[in-house]
């Protein structure tokens, strides 16, 4: 073992195999009840050289004061807003997101779902069980192929499910405020640069791929929702609070938006929520578009050998 034996606590789900290793080199505390248990959380963080959690655990505020001795905060994902980044950087601590570990699995929930919700025929299990025979009501279902996928956001995530919708037929366009037209990921990927309002106008399909920050906060409002292309289909698997679940719900009742899938919520876990009762065409997931079984191997094994590389430099 090189230097000296650490300590590492781990707040919430990691990969039996990435806790193994960890455990080969250094003192690891392994319990997901953990970040639900805010005074012993905060209690074992004063001991912990390292921090490694998901989405729920909040690393701000109490339990960023408690973490005394931590030099690396390692995430189990990408997003980064629970975590006061800045707060850790003044205490001289190194944080750490899964960067492009779990992009597959995002980006085929989103083709999955656009396609579920273009067809609109995989809800009808319970009525040809019972008898019934809905084919003329389920004949209109819409193809992928020929239709046009907007990227909102065009990281890692949002180039590899452009590359996925080419190869089923698909247009893609995306817009992204940090790039311009010229940035090569829009070549490389074949995909269309648009400004925001252009790419709501013309997509068939609405791909959400981008952080939690002022400036995307409420960004899919009641009017933006309501200049999306008649018929279009939303998914977000982003971070609630960029789409105002409401002006969903409503668009879905009148039959102004064709679609919809949600797996990021305003508020986590999500509440019983009247204005979701009797949508059309909506899927509802609990965040987890990027978790997979080999997500969540590349995940955990990908932050245990970067955590394992920031305590023994």
């Not at 003329?136 to 919708?165: D, M, P």
Request: proline share 3%; glycine share 10%.
């Amino acid at each position: 073992m090189a230097g000296i034996m650490k300590r590492i606590v781990i707040a919430e789900f990691m990969d039996a195999a990435a806790v193994a290793q960890l455990r080969e080199r250094h003192d690891v505390l392994h319990d997901v009840a953990l970040v639900d248990d805010g005074a012993r959380l905060y209690k074992e963080a004063k001991w912990a050289h390292a921090l490694i959690v998901r989405n729920r655990t909040q690393v701000r505020g109490e339990l960023l004061d408690a973490l005394t001795q931590c030099t690396v905060v390692g995430r189990l994902g990408v997003g980064l807003d629970n975590i006061d980044v800045a707060g850790c950087e003044a205490r001289g601590i190194r944080v750490i997101p899964a960067t492009g570990a779990n992009a597959l699995s995002v980006a085929e929930y989103v083709i999955a779902s656009a396609m579920m919700l273009l067809r609109g025929a995989y809800g009808s299990t319970a009525a040809v069980a019972a008898g019934r025979w809905p084919r003329n009501a389920l004949s209109n279902g819409r193809e992928l192929a020929g239709k046009t996928l907007g990227l909102v956001g065009f990281g890692a995530i949002g180039q590899l499910t452009a590359r996925l919708a080419q190869a089923l037929g698909m247009r893609t366009v995306a817009f992204d405020a940090m790039m311009d037209g010229s940035h090569p990921a829009f070549g490389a990927t074949g995909t269309q640069p648009l400004g925001l309002d252009a790419l709501v106008a013309q997509a068939d399909v609405v791909s959400l791929h981008v952080p939690l920050v002022d400036g995307t906060r409420n960004l899919f409002h009641a009017a933006r929702i309501a200049a999306m292309k008649g018929g279009a289909v939303l998914v977000n698997t982003s971070r609630g609070g960029i789409v105002d679940e409401a002006a969903v719900a409503l668009a879905l009742r009148e039959g102004r938006l064709g679609g919809a899938a949600l797996d990021v919520f305003e508020a986590e876990p999500l509440a019983a929520s009247p204005h979701f009762d009797g949508c059309p065409n909506l899927l509802l997931t609990p965040h987890i578009a990027g978790v997979t079984a080999e997500s969540n191997e590349r995940v955990s094994s990908l932050i245990a050998q970067k955590v394992l590389e920031a305590l023994e430099p």
